[in-house]
Each structure stands twice: as structure tokens, then as C-alpha cells.
């Protein structure tokens, strides 16, 4: 496991802990809710995750909103043009990692949740007939 997935999964997991949702079903979270700040960093880290590939730029399916941005930026050269580039692009990348984003949420909200119940002496067995999970004392 890389350290870059470690820093990753450390502040999804901090956030979960501090911003989520801790019900009888477990822990939850969604990216959405998350403010801006916090969005970014998950952003920040994803990134640096994929070894600072940039295919979120070039793939994303506003590109040439970032691209026309980025032109008007070039061209006019202005304190304001700069800023809205930086926020076209800023935007653009939240949504890009929006879905990874969640699902690595989920995935660490279920691995925190096991750890949980884990440590209260509880596990979760799933009705084979039914589907629904339920807590049992181990």
C-alpha cells in the first residue's frame, strides 16, 4: 500500500469520524455534503495517489470549459481571469473525483464500521433469504 493511499485513506477516514453519520446501519458519508475545503483535499490526495497524472484535466468531461478558461486567462492576462480559472478548474475537479471519491468513502465507512462492532464484541451476519444484515454478539 502506497503512503500517498495511506494519507488518502487517513483523512477520508478522519472525516468520516468528525463529519459523518454513525447510525444502527453504521458509519456514512457523502462526498456531496463535504464543504469545499474538504473536497479538495480529497482532490489533492487523489492526485497525488495517481502519481500527479493529470488525466482529471484531460479526461474530464468539461474540458473544454477548462481549456476555453484557461484561454480567456492567457489572453486577457487579469487578476479576475486568473481567479476564474482557478475556480473553473477547482470546480471542475471536485466533480471529476466526486464518484471515486464516494466510493472510497463507502469502503471506509464499512471497514470502519467492522472495526467497530469488531471492538464491541459485535459482527454482522446477512440473512441468506432476506438480504438485511443484523448485529450479533460474538
Excluded at 462526498?31 to 495517489?49: G, K, M, P, R, S
Excluded at 467497530?116 to 450479533?136: C, P, Y
Amino acid at each position: 500500500m502506497s503512503q500517498h493511499y495511506k494519507n488518502l485513506c487517513s483523512v477520508i477516514n478522519s472525516l468520516i469520524l468528525n463529519e459523518g453519520k454513525y447510525t444502527s446501519d453504521g458509519y456514512s458519508l457523502e462526498y456531496n455534503d463535504l464543504d469545499e475545503h474538504d473536497q479538495q483535499t480529497i482532490v489533492a490526495l487523489f492526485i497525488d495517489y495517481d502519481d500527479r497524472d493529470l488525466c482529471s484535466i484531460s479526461e474530464n468531461e468539461k474540458v473544454d470549459d477548462i481549456v476555453s478558461s484557461l484561454l480567456v486567462m492567457l489572453k486577457k492576462d487579469t487578476h479576475e481571469s486568473h481567479e476564474d480559472f482557478v475556480n473553473c478548474l477547482k470546480t471542475n475537479l471536485r466533480e471529476y473525483y466526486a464518484k471515486r471519491a464516494q466510493e472510497l468513502i463507502n469502503e471506509r465507512c464499512a471497514e470502519l464500521t467492522s472495526d467497530d462492532d469488531f471492538e464491541h464484541g459485535r459482527t454482522r451476519i446477512i440473512d441468506r433469504i432476506n438480504g438485511e444484515s443484523r448485529l450479533v454478539h460474538i
